[in-house]
């Protein structure tokens, strides 16, 4: 007997999924915060909605140099972060929350500054100006959003961008004050949507004592309320 193919006439079609699959008439396979086939084809997957109470804006419009400095962070160091997690989804949920959230976008421009600097030693110092500009953009903004929406999940995965920041600089302390910072908000929520953050913190503390010791700097004691301090003097 021919089996009738998926969403023939008279078969029920599959009502699950996200959006955006379901629009284009794809078989999604539901894995959060974004499904494969929007992150290979590099489409917005409706599952990754951060802030839902709070009205979206699009991306901060870029200069040339703040395009050069995307474009590097997309094309480098997006393939990186799924790298060092071990998870290829990792590029797409990056990419795509930037596209929805300024806070990411900011802080993604201010990783791009830091990493292309690495090329050219001498702009190291203009690239710490600038990054440090865009980082407390990205604090700024996310406190903003957190006071209206409360969004754990935007929360976390901006502050594991903020660790980048710091590694980058070689702030050993503040890399422990941010990690410890994100785990706490995610101690109570038991979330299968925040899978793949929680998966992220521990790789991140798995590794942590490798950059401390290159560090050479991170004291758990003067680490305890730098963000705190940080996070405070820019509302």
């Not at 089996?3 to 396979?29: F, L, M």
């Not at 500009?133 to 502050?159: F, H, P």
Request: hydrophobic residues 40%.
């Amino acid at each position: 007997m021919k089996r009738a193919r998926p969403g023939a006439r008279g078969v029920s079609k599959v009502k699950t999924g996200c959006r955006t699959c379901r629009i284009r008439r794809k078989k999604c396979d539901e894995i959060k915060p974004a499904c494969s086939q929007c992150v290979n084809t590099q489409r917005t997957c409706d599952f990754l909605s951060l802030s839902p109470k709070v009205e979206q804006r699009s991306c901060v419009a870029l200069n040339h140099l703040e395009v050069l400095h995307f474009d590097y962070f997309k094309n480098v160091c997006a393939p990186e972060f799924s790298l060092y997690f071990e998870d290829p989804l990792w590029e797409g949920i990056v990419l795509q929350a930037a596209l929805k959230e300024p806070c990411i976008q900011y802080a993604i421009l201010a990783i791009g500054s830091l990493s292309r600097s690495q090329l050219v030693p001498e702009s190291w110092h203009d690239a710490v100006q600038y990054s440090t500009g865009q980082y407390n953009l990205a604090i700024w903004v996310l406190r903003k959003n957190l006071d209206m929406s409360g969004s754990c999940e935007l929360a976390v995965l901006a502050t594991i961008l903020f660790i980048a920041i710091e590694m980058l600089q070689r702030h050993g302390n503040q890399v422990v004050t941010l990690l410890h910072f994100s785990s706490e908000l995610l101690r109570n929520k038991s979330d299968d949507d925040l899978k793949y953050l929680r998966t992220a913190l521990s790789q991140i503390s798995t590794q942590l004592s490798a950059f401390l010791d290159l560090d050479g700097s991170a004291s758990l004691v003067r680490a305890n309320t730098a963000f705190t301090l940080r996070y405070n003097e820019i509302s």
